[in-house]
């Protein structure tokens, strides 16, 4: 059975490509979420201490502080303990899931992102239901 929130979702999006974050930022807007933006790690890490947001989606690969670390950060705040946190990289996900997991990472999925996997994460830290979208997955920006 799908359920649907009746509020906005806090969605921290944490993504140093343009075009990545503007093709998240259409999936999320339609499974209403509202979608905080960070080019970098610090400043994902600082949004986070400021909004505490629903779920935080994160890029592995970021400038400034990458993804592991940001998420180590945040799960030593103790108000963003339990803030769910989803890694993505297009890097090989044999090296860096466990580091990931590791520090605090609920979830890691590949690059390019398969729209249902991303429905799925939405769906179960979110509990939103599934809202057609046009697209079967989302490409990413970066070379392998």
């Known amino acids: 059975m799908n359920t649907k929130i009746e509020e906005t979702s806090n969605v921290l999006l944490v993504e ?3 075009e990545l ?3 998240l930022r259409y999936f999320l807007s339609r499974h209403n ?3 905080l933006e960070a080019e970098d790690g610090q400043t994902g890490f600082e949004m986070a201490q400021q909004y505490c947001p629903d ?3 994160m890029d592995l690969r970021l400038p400034v502080l990458n993804g592991i670390a940001a998420t180590w950060l945040i799960r ?3 108000k963003l303990r339990d803030v769910p946190i989803v890694i993505f990289t297009a890097l090989d996900p044999a090296l860096f899931r466990e580091a990931a997991l590791s520090v605090g ?3 890691f999925i590949s690059k390019p992102i398969i729209i249902d996997d991303l429905r ?5 830290y979110l509990q939103t239901s599934t809202v057609p ?3 079967t997955h989302i490409p990413s920006p970066e070379p392998i």
């Open 16 to 18: 140093d490509s343009d």
């Open 21 to 23: 974050r503007q093709l």
């Open 76 to 78: 030593n705040d103790p």
């Open 105 to 107: 990472a609920n979830d």
């Open 55 to 57: 779920l935080i989606l």
């Open 33 to 35: 979420c509202k979608i």
């Open 133 to 135: 979208v046009m697209m």
């Open 120 to 124: 799925e994460i939405l769906h179960r």
